[in-house]
């Protein structure tokens, strides 16, 4: 979800929810303790270098079970947040603690907002010799490439 999705979205709520992969939901006092723009420079394991750029929100229950955060309150965050750090319209990363310190996609179920896992890859498939399809063989074709198959009365056995 981009940074403009999630306004939009903030605009036609009534609560701000996030439901984690599990199903369970961060707990209604939660806080957004930042919003910031995080960039990583990297080389992949092809040799090509990349730049990647997301906002970041960061999620954090404390012990204020009275703590409820509105979506005007969570717009008018992002919007300072944009308008002091110069915050474009980037991809959403949600980081929550839950045993650790997860990194999660955002997503909306048309109720609530989901954090959804997210994945590692490889960005230079075609230069570490994965093949973009496992190739397919016929059973029959295995014993006949094979120069070690053994054959009944062949004196392998």
Same mark, same amino acid.
């Given at each position: 979800m981009k940074l403009s999705e999630i306004k939009k979205t903030l605009e036609t709520v009534e %609560?701000? &929810?996030f439901q984690l992969p599990?199903? &369970?939901f961060v707990p209604e006092h939660f806080h957004v303790t930042e919003v910031g723009l995080i %960039? /990583? #420079?990297f080389i992949d394991c092809?040799? %090509?270098v990349r730049k990647e750029t997301v906002v970041n929100f960061q999620l954090w229950d404390a012990n204020d079970f009275d703590h409820r955060l /509105?979506? &005007?309150k969570l717009l008018n965050i992002i919007? @300072? #947040?944009e308008k002091v750090l110069g915050i474009e319209d980037f991809e959403i990363e949600v980081e929550y603690q839950d045993t650790t310190i997860g990194k999660y996609d955002l997503g909306f179920n048309g109720k609530d907002f989901m954090l959804l896992n997210k994945q590692t890859a490889c960005l230079a498939q075609d230069q570490c010799g994965?093949? #973009?399809e496992k190739p397919k063989l016929k @059973? %029959?074709?295995l014993n006949a490439d094979s120069s070690n198959s053994c054959t009944p009365g062949g004196g392998c056995c």
């Open positions: %609560t701000v &929810n599990n199903g &369970n %960039t /990583k #420079s092809g040799g %090509t /509105k979506p &005007n919007e @300072l #947040s994965i093949p #973009s @059973l %029959t074709q």
